[in-house]
């Protein structure tokens, strides 16, 4: 299992960006995907998550209305589009895996894979 986060860079704030997990060593349909971010010097957070059954989909409260995440089964990547970005939410963002037919959360322990993150930085 293999995940691979790319796609993050600068932005000014209130712009948008378009992060990709791509996948590899098992099918999208069979494991949820969660997006993680770390900004230096605080916890890392989940930001959102997309289950691997139904496609259902969560946000982190800070994000809402604002991230959108989406899934291409042939591609076998995820996508997390982000839009009126702030400075806030400047942070390194991971992407992750479930075990097989996990659920969808924004707690970090149920993902047993990680991809390396990118940085994405919004400037004020």
């Known amino acids: 299992v293999q995940l691979q986060a790319y796609g993050g860079g600068l932005v000014q704030s209130g712009g948008s960006l378009r992060l990709s997990c791509t996948t590899s060593?098992?099918?999208?349909?069979?494991?949820?995907i969660g997006w993680f971010r770390r900004a230096p010097g605080k916890e890392r957070e989940g930001v959102s998550c997309?289950?691997?059954?139904?496609?259902?989909?969560n946000y982190a409260d800070s994000v809402k209305g604002r991230f959108n995440v989406s899934r291409d089964y042939a591609k076998n990547t995820v996508y997390l589009q982000m839009t009126s970005l702030k400075p806030e939410d400047t942070a390194v963002y991971y992407c992750?895996?479930?075990?097989?037919?996990?659920?969808?959360?924004?707690?970090?322990?149920?993902?047993?894979?990680w991809g390396q993150g990118t940085q994405v930085t919004v400037s004020s």
């Open positions: 992750a895996a479930e075990g097989p037919n996990g659920w969808c959360t924004l707690a970090a322990s149920p993902y047993g894979f």
């Open positions: 060593g098992f099918a999208l349909a069979d494991r949820a």
């Open positions: 997309i289950n691997s059954r139904n496609g259902d989909s």
